[in-house]
């Protein structure tokens, strides 16, 4: 069986739109332009980790898997610094008040991540462990 690479260069754009909001002027940035290769005015490598098999495979069976770019502070023009397929690792970019910027994921890249998954297998679930008897409990006394 042929090794499934783990890392796929991405290059793209982030584009600005002006959007008005309750009367004030501010502008909506996206991901554009999302291609495999080092041709666009970003490029990003998207690595792939064992860790993270659940959360690929979690994003792969949802109704449109995406893709999330970090890009800098929440406020000011992006500067895109990462990108990952796992909506946990964007979850924790986001609570550290990092902009994420999200694009559907290319078929191409959806077929990818299914072979490394299938490469490497799919997580263990996380079941419920056995606690030792009486863990938890408060112990009586004796008197």
């Not at 909506?28 to 495979?57: S, V």
């Not at 500067?79 to 290319?106: F, K, N």
Request: hydrophobic letters at 40%.
């Amino acid at each position: 069986m042929a090794t499934i690479s783990s890392t796929r260069p991405l290059s793209f754009e982030i584009v600005g739109e002006p959007l008005t909001i309750k009367g004030f002027a501010t502008t909506r940035w996206r991901i554009a332009n999302l291609a495999p290769g080092d041709a666009g005015p970003c490029r990003l490598d998207l690595q792939l980790y064992m860790t993270e098999r659940a959360a690929y495979r979690f994003n792969l069976t949802s109704r449109t898997p995406r893709l999330f770019v970090r890009a800098g502070e929440a406020d000011g023009t992006p500067r895109p610094d990462a990108i990952t397929a796992s909506q946990e690792v964007a979850a924790g970019w986001l609570d550290g008040e990092h902009r994420v910027l999200e694009i559907d994921m290319p078929l191409a890249l959806q077929a990818w991540l299914e072979a490394y998954l299938a490469h490497h297998g799919e997580a263990p679930e996380e079941g419920r462990k056995k606690k030792r008897k009486g863990a938890g409990r408060a112990r009586e006394a004796k008197s």
